[in-house]
């Protein structure tokens, strides 16, 4: 069964709420295994067989980088899996039902327009007809594509390997066409066995391959950041958000057998380890000298050490993207008409966004417009209540300012007293925003651009009557519309809230860089309308797979680690802006941002090169705090070189109260690392390299336990020629070892298990050696139809930070038990009847619940231990911790009375 999902915006978050407040007990049944050398899934599925597993095969693959298969099994024990692990044929053995994360519809734009709106609008046209002559998108300007572009950079000869849904090779932006001349050129159908990676029901793969691609012949202007490219695209994604890691891997492989240059991948799998399978794969695919860059993730709003979608973005070498917020959002509305002095007057369209609907107030008609104040920069309109005088607004459509002042639930009830019903808010920015219904009263409410409202406003004042005319198609939602680009002055170019944080438990700086990907119109299956808007790092990641290409083409170079270390040493940092608009003066953290925003020119001209991309200093326990740099001129003149450098936001992991992450943006603090170089200035002969050492010093006087999180950028000013050089660096002011695995102090992980509904029916917290009286057990599960009175006996374990394969057990001991039990050894010696492992290889993300209730029955589903006294304990080794240290472990018991019924029922 599996259990893997592609993810929209804000699931995760929900998903890993209900786990944490209903016990589950994760369920792997499926398996991926790597082959040791010279084996194949015949001989592996013999030594199955020889050992008696039953096992169902699912998909053999047989790669140059990879050799194994993936297998169902029906049932399972920890002792099955660490079976099979130590087959002669196996060499790897991973769980193959990680959720996978994917690409979210969400659009960050509303988040702007929540508090603030405005509207813009006869000018659309003029953006509609933007040719890509040159290009103009925002989104080139800000990474300077658009001047690598001028000088006729393309990507030519490069190919970009997708690994993703599929895409509408007959999309005309997209060439038309799927084969050898076709933009689309290669790749395969791996959900439906098919030669054409063909898409008409998802529009992920088809969005990621226009950003990549998308051809100058389309209503919008739009191009691909790297037009010039050949794609191929490896259908791995069905019509559902969902995808299987074993099918992502035979993607990926495929994408590299095929030659592409560059592999982007644009999914996330449930694991912030670097020894996931699929992180694991695209490292080799790295270590062979192709480009694989993979979405950070969106999970931003869980802050630091995110749960879930890290692999393959975690791989060491893998160039893992974040998403800012495109400064021009493309926001697609809605096009109705007015007229000047009379309702019968010349027609001219505004843009407009609909709010929502409520039948009873239907918008079609014509209706004068009435404003609440003629004064288009008023802050408060219509935050008290109107004048006495103001007349019954029932037959107008009312204008009103948004506010800073006050909700625009209190202007509604402003001008409902008034009668008032419908409403056309505008303003602040030429940002709309989606009216939702108000609470309560009927208004309905829609939105336009400043600039529109402020047209209006100017008719008013010039005693001009204004008439809004709303056809019935807009009641249907069936009207025409428009796209119009307008400046988002709020977040643009900030970091996306949503983009995921970095740090993988390994301490690796992640992510790498950041791209627009929030707010992005791009091309979509036409059998689905063409073009969409879509936001999150699936958006970002392709951007920087274009930019990859670009800096092939302009530099001849292909090595990942080289171009890593160029687009590193050049993108451009930004400030940090949390999830609530406060914007710091201090640089965003590197683990949200990493080097900052590529800057596409700058990387193909640069001529000094730096030998590592990021310095990672680790936590204090493992300071790694002298480090020594080589800097390269590969230019034709010597240069001179100021070193220098500026620390980022320093970050708290956690917040006050312990080991609650901080979310959705981690708080800054004061202080940041001193560093000392070896030298202040460098100069270096045309050609020549030097040697920099850098020492770190980490801020002092931080709170450790909150787990601060230092970083900033070394910079390089060439004095001699305009290269300014940055390259980031990050520390944990903290120790991961003393960080505990579970909570020490938390006395809620003993729950009282009533079969019931919500999770109201598990209350936690059952105190030490309470008596738990059950039925006598016919399963080892709970049966269903268990009366709602009954306790189970049950624990529920969340994790603290993650931890590593194989090293969190929860044990069931018999203490004192009326009779004999049979016991079996467990880590540590522990003498047990159960060990409920968390589970074998998998890497057990931060912040997730497990839930294990125990009815009487062992597992084997025949064995009924006796009644007495027993005990939970959870034992987890510490992070970097030596699993052969009984002092590395962390360990917490939970004794408890285990009694049954009679058959009479009573205790
Ligand atoms: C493109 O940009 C260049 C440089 O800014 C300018 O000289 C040229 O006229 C532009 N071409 C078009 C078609 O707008
Ligand atoms: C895919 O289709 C090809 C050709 O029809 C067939 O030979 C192959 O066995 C199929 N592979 C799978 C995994 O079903
Ligand atoms: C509003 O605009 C007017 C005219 O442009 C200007 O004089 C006034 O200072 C502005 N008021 C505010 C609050 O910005
Ligand atoms: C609102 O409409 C009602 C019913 O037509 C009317 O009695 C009332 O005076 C109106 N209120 C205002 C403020 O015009
Ligand atoms: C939609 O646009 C077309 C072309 O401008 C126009 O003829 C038509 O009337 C519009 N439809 C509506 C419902 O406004
Ligand atoms: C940090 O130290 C730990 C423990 O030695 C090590 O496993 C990890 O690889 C180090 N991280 C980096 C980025 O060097
Ligand atoms: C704009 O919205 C309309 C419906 O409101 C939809 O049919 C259309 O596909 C959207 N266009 C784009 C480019 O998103
Ligand atoms: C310290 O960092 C350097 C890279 O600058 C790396 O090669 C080395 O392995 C690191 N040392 C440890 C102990 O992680």
């Known amino acids: 069964m599996m259990f893997t999902q592609l993810l929209a915006l804000g699931t995760c978050v929900a998903l890993t709420q209900a786990l944490l407040s209903k016990p589950t007990v994760p ?187 998308a051809q100058p012949n389309n209503p919008y202007g739009l191009t691909g950041v790297a037009p010039g490219v050949t794609l191929g695209m490896y259908r791995v994604v069905g019509c559902s958000r969902s995808v299987d890691p074993d099918l992502a891997m035979m993607g990926i492989n495929q994408a590299y057998e095929d030659g592409s240059d560059i592999i982007s991948i644009s999914s996330g799998f449930g694991s912030r380890w670097s020894e996931d399978p699929i992180a694991v794969l695209c490292q080799r695919i790295v270590n062979n000298g192709r480009v694989v860059v993979a979405a950070a993730g969106n999970n931003g709003r869980q802050g630091l050490f995110p749960n879930g979608e890290g692999s393959p973005a975690i791989g060491k070498g893998v160039a893992a993207i974040g998403s800012v917020v495109n400064p021009d959002v493309p926001q697609n509305l809605t096009v109705s008409t007015y007229s000047v002095d009379s309702p019968t007057g010349n027609l001219s369209n505004f843009a407009w966004n609909v709010g929502f609907r409520n039948a009873s107030i239907p918008w079609a008609g014509t209706w004068p417009l009435y404003a609440t104040s003629r004064t288009a920069n008023i802050t408060n309109d219509a935050c008290q209540q109107l004048p006495a005088d103001t007349p019954d607004l029932s037959p107008y459509v009312v204008l009103v300012r948004r506010s800073q002042d006050c909700l625009i639930n209190v202007q509604a009830d402003m001008i409902y007293a008034k009668n008032g019903t419908r409403i056309m808010f505008y303003g602040p920015t030429e940002l709309t925003t989606h009216v939702d219904t108000f609470i309560s009263i009927p208004p309905v409410g829609g939105s336009v651009p400043q600039s529109q409202g402020e047209k209006w406003l100017d008719l008013l004042n010039a005693q001009h009557r204004v008439f809004l005319e709303f056809s019935p198609e807009v009641d249907a939602n069936t009207a025409n519309w428009t796209i119009i680009f307008s400046p988002n002055p709020e977040t643009g170019g900030y970091m996306s809230p949503t983009s995921s944080w970095g740090v993988s438990f390994e301490l690796d700086v992640k992510p790498q860089f950041v791209t627009p990907g929030a707010n992005i119109l791009s091309t979509w299956p036409l059998d689905l309308g063409g073009y969409q808007v879509q936001s999150g790092t699936s958006m970002a990641t392709p951007f920087a797979a274009g930019v990859y290409a670009l800096l092939i083409e302009a530099r001849k170079i292909r090595d990942p680690g080289t171009l890593q270390r160029i687009l590193s040493s050049v993108a451009k940092p930004n400030l940090y802006q949390e999830a609530s608009g406060t914007v710091h003066p201090q640089l965003a953290p590197v683990a949200w941002q990493g080097a900052g925003l590529l800057q596409a020119y700058d990387a193909a001209k640069v001529t000094t090169l730096f030998s590592v991309s990021s310095i990672a200093f680790n936590d204090t326990d493992h300071l790694n705090g002298t480090q020594t740099i080589s800097v390269t001129n590969t230019g034709s003149t010597a240069q001179s070189y100021r070193i220098g450098y500026v620390n980022s936001a320093t970050v708290y992991t956690f917040f006050e109260h312990l080991y609650n992450f901080a979310q959705p943006s981690p708080p800054v603090v004061d202080g940041g690392a001193t560093l000392t170089f070896s030298s202040t200035t460098l100069t270096i002969a045309a050609g020549a390299s030097a040697d920099l050492t850098v020492t770190v010093v980490p801020p002092t006087g931080l709170n450790a336990t909150r787990l601060p999180v230092y970083s900033g950028y070394i910079t390089l000013n060439s004095t001699t020629a305009s290269e300014n050089l940055s390259l980031p660096f990050l520390g944990l002011d903290g120790s991961l070892y003393s960080t505990p695995v579970i909570d020490p102090t938390d006395q809620t992980y003993m729950i009282r298990d009533y079969r019931g509904g919500g999770p109201e029916d598990f209350p936690p917290g059952a105190p030490p050696n309470s008596t738990f009286t059950v039925p006598i057990p016919t399963s080892a599960e709970i049966p269903e139809d268990l009366p709602d009175q009954y306790a189970i006996p049950g624990i529920h374990v969340e994790l603290i930070m993650g931890d590593i394969i194989a090293t969190v057990h929860v044990l069931l001991r018999p203490l004192e038990v009326n009779g004999t039990v049979a016991t079996k050894e467990s880590v540590l010696g522990y003498q047990v009847v159960e060990d409920f492992f968390i589970n074998e290889n998998v890497y057990v993300d931060a912040r997730l619940g497990f839930g294990y209730p125990f009815t009487g029955m062992l597992s084997d589903n025949k064995t009924i231990v006796p009644e007495g006294r027993y005990e939970w304990r959870i034992v987890a080794l510490k992070l970097t911790g030596d699993r052969e240290k009984r002092e590395d472990w962390q360990e917490r018991a939970f004794p408890f009375y285990l009694r049954y019924l009679n058959e009479t029922g009573t205790a």
């Not at 658009?146 to 390997?161: M, N, P, S, Y």
């Not at 993703?164 to 799927?178: M, R, T």
């Not at 790749?187 to 898409?199: S, W």
Request: with cysteine; aromatic share 6%.
């Open 27 to 213: 369920e792997t049944s499926s398996f991926i295994v790597e082959l040791a050398d010279g084996q194949d899934a015949a001989s592996f599925y013999s030594e199955l067989a020889t050992n008696g597993i039953a096992a169902v095969s699912r998909r053999n693959m047989s790669y140059s980088l990879f050799t194994g298969c993936s297998f169902d099994l029906d049932k399972h024990s920890t002792s099955t899996i660490a079976s099979i692990t130590k087959f002669a044929t196996v060499k790897n053995l991973w769980p193959n039902d990680r959720r996978v994360v994917e690409t979210p519809p969400d659009q960050d734009v509303l988040r702007v327009h929540a508090s603030k709106v405005a509207g813009a609008s006869e000018n659309h046209s003029k953006h509609l007809k933007r040719q890509a002559a040159n290009d103009t998108l925002a989104t080139h300007v800000i990474t300077q594509v658009d001047r690598l572009r001028a000088e006729g950079i393309t990507g030519k000869g490069v190919k970009i390997g997708i690994v993703d849904s599929g895409v509408d090779f007959h999309h005309p932006a997209l060439g038309g066409c799927f084969g050898p001349g076709c933009l689309i050129a290669y790749g395969h159908d791996f959900v439906d066995n098919k030669t054409e990676p063909y898409d008409n029901c998802n529009g992920h793969g088809t969005h990621i391959a226009g950003i990549i691609a």
